[in-house]
């Protein structure tokens, strides 16, 4: 309970309520023994004209859901909410290789894997920063880190393919980019994040496992997300005469989660567009974002008022009155 209240003792007073609720219920048993005292029922009937009861127990119901509230606001509660981040880079790594051609994801698993980057990078919060790395053969920078996200999502609307896969290069690019944006910030240590969507391994340049200590040590964290089909197949012109063989392109799924385990990521899979969004928002509700308590004590007093005038409003209606 101390978890969700800062003053958790004062919650006690809710047994006032409750005593007040039984109270109430035994007062409507007594009520009818001095009805009786009338003799002219037809005369009691004119003066005192039956109403539903309903109504009076709805009034007296709101009463004690008010102050029941109140009780609680008055232990102070608490609430764990979550604050965009501040200063924090999140550099999205894509690859464009060209294995990301195959049609296992629909249309592909390039312009599958767009469209939810583009979602992704939608929902991050304005004051974060975002960048964008694209690999092939080897590793770009297309946007610096910035908070005008739609220049980003431009840049990926740009993507295009090409040959081999440079995932160490893209991760050691990623590092070195996150860490140039935190000497901007008075030599601060880097707070960042990488977000690596691969379907691969890596072919050429810095081999994936010596990119791990490299953002290990910077302490940035690889997230990966290996994105297809172990039946994925791809049309190559291996011999340049113009025809086409079909190549099969399974995801390498350990040698991403190894990168991810590696530097404190965490590595997902997915198999269609649906669950590359489904990964993206749990990744948006994650690297985005810090959580922190937060008194919520005026929002069950504002609900605890709410109850109250409602509370009034019905038996000035209905009764003249105030409860």
């Given at each position: 309970?101390?978890?969700?209240?800062?003053?958790?003792?004062?919650?006690?007073?809710?047994?006032?309520?409750?005593?007040?609720?039984?109270?109430?219920?035994?007062?409507?048993?007594?009520?009818?023994?001095?009805?009786?005292?009338?003799?002219?029922?037809?005369?009691?009937?004119?003066?005192?004209?039956?109403?539903?009861?309903?109504?009076?127990?709805?009034?007296?119901?709101?009463?004690?859901?008010?102050?029941?509230?109140?009780?609680?606001?008055?232990?102070?509660?608490?609430?764990?909410?979550?604050?965009?981040?501040?200063?924090?880079?999140?550099?999205?790594?894509?690859?464009?290789?060209?294995?990301?051609?195959?049609?296992?994801?629909?249309?592909?698993?390039?312009e599958a894997a767009q469209k939810a980057a583009k979602e992704f990078v939608q929902q991050l919060p304005d004051t974060l920063n975002v960048g964008l790395v694209s690999f092939a053969g080897s590793a770009q920078l297309l946007v610096p880190p910035t908070q005008e996200h739609e220049q980003v999502t431009r840049a990926i609307d740009g993507l295009q393919l090409d040959k081999s896969t440079a995932i160490g290069d893209a991760v050691r690019l990623s590092v070195d980019v996150i860490q140039d944006q935190a000497r901007g910030t008075n030599g601060k240590k880097a707070e960042g994040a990488v977000v690596l969507i691969s379907d691969g391994e890596t072919t050429v340049g810095l081999p994936t496992a010596d990119a791990i200590p490299l953002a290990k040590d910077a302490g940035i964290a690889v997230s990966t997300i290996a994105y297809g089909t172990p039946d994925g197949e791809i049309t190559v012109d291996q011999d340049g005469n113009g025809v086409g063989q079909r190549t099969k392109v399974p995801v390498n799924v350990e040698e991403l989660r190894s990168l991810a385990d590696g530097t404190g990521g965490t590595a997902y899979t997915a198999e269609s567009a649906q669950d590359l969004r489904s990964v993206y928002d749990k990744l948006g509700s994650t690297v985005g974002?810090?959580?922190?308590?937060?008194?919520?004590?005026?929002?069950?007093v504002a609900l605890g008022l709410v109850a109250l005038m409602v509370a009034a409003g019905f038996s000035l209606r209905w009764f003249a009155r105030l409860p």
């Open positions: 309970m101390s978890e969700w209240f800062t003053e958790p003792a004062r919650l006690w007073l809710l047994l006032v309520v409750v005593g007040l609720a039984g109270l109430y219920a035994v007062l409507q048993f007594t009520k009818p023994r001095y009805a009786v005292r009338f003799s002219n029922l037809e005369l009691l009937d004119k003066v005192a004209p039956k109403r539903p009861g309903w109504r009076r127990h709805l009034v007296a119901g709101l009463f004690l859901v008010a102050l029941a509230l109140l009780v609680g606001a008055f232990a102070q509660p608490i609430a764990t909410v979550k604050v965009p981040q501040e200063r924090t880079t999140i550099v999205l790594a894509i690859d464009t290789s060209l294995s990301m051609a195959a049609t296992d994801v629909a249309p592909n698993r390039l974002f810090d959580e922190k308590e937060q008194d919520v004590t005026y929002r069950w």
